[in-house]
T-cell receptor, first 113, second 114 residues
Framework: GAGVSQSPSNKVTEKGKDVELRCDPI?????LYWYRQSLGQGLEFLIY????????KSGLPSDRFSAERTGGSVSTLTIQRTQQEDSAVYLC???????????FGPGTRLTVL | AQSVTQLGSHVSVSEGALVLLRCNYS??????LFWYVQYPNQGLQLLLK??????LVKGINGFEAEFKKSETSFHLTKPSAHMSDAAEYFC????????????FGTGTRLTIIP
């Protein structure tokens, strides 16, 4: 079946602009995760959604970062007033339920000039 | 708190030789352990995982890993390397209950020498 999809695959933006990154999880998966992969920090957790529960935002690096998940499916990660240090690959993952294996999308490569 | 240490950011092996990628973890509660592989410009693909039961876990593409609690290790092995194994490998840990997020190691880039 279809895996996790993310769009866009690449995004180049100017410092100070807002960006939105989209994740379509595997159909029926109740849990959704965002991670960031950067040269300096490796792979780090950002935010986690499970069903209708309040999201775990403990990994968001600043209040410029936010995410929502509409209808328990698609998720959007928004970065406001982008900075050069936000340049990274943003990975989305989903799992059937919270304790299950996480399946990753191909990522969105964000470059902030 | 939990953490993962992968020894060797780069490992090179000859085609047909043994692959050994090292992973040590630190966790205050019983962990679940994972190995993911990332090919260039692609997302992470699950190779194998340990949750409970048999400590020797077999995964895809001929890889296996053994959970050794006494050594807090989960090293990844493959008896005979293939050119297609060239990729970056990540070890990850999460608690066996609660707190579902994964904590990743810094990754090991595997190069296969023809």
């Amino acid at each position: 079946g279809a895996g996790v999809s993310q769009s866009p695959s690449n995004k180049v933006t100017e410092k100070g602009k807002d960006v939105e990154l989209r994740c379509d999880p595997i159909s029926g998966h109740t849990a959704l995760y965002w991670y960031r992969q950067s040269l300096g920090q490796g792979l780090e957790f950002l935010i986690y959604f499970q069903g209708n529960s309040a999201p775990d935002k403990s990994g968001l690096p600043s209040d410029r970062f936010s995410a929502e998940r509409t209808g328990g499916s698609v998720s959007t990660l928004t970065i406001q007033r982008t900075q050069q240090e936000d340049s990274a690959v943003y990975l989305c993952a989903s799992s059937l339920y919270s304790a299950d294996t996480q399946y990753f999308g191909p990522g969105t490569r964000l470059t902030v000039l | 708190a939990q953490s993962v240490t992968q020894l060797g950011s780069h490992v090179s092996v000859s085609e047909g030789a043994l692959v050994l990628l090292r992973c040590n973890y630190s966790s205050s509660v019983p962990p679940y352990l994972f190995w993911y592989v990332q090919y260039p410009n692609q997302g992470l693909q699950l190779l194998l995982k340990y949750t409970t039961g048999a400590t020797l876990v077999k995964g895809i593409n001929g890889f296996e890993a053994e959970f050794k609690k006494s050594e807090t290790s989960f090293h990844l092995t493959k008896p005979s390397a293939h050119m297609s194994d060239a990729a970056e490998y990540f070890c990850a840990v999460r608690p066996s209950f609660g707190n579902e997020k994964l904590t990743f190691g810094t990754g090991t880039r595997l190069t296969i020498i023809p």
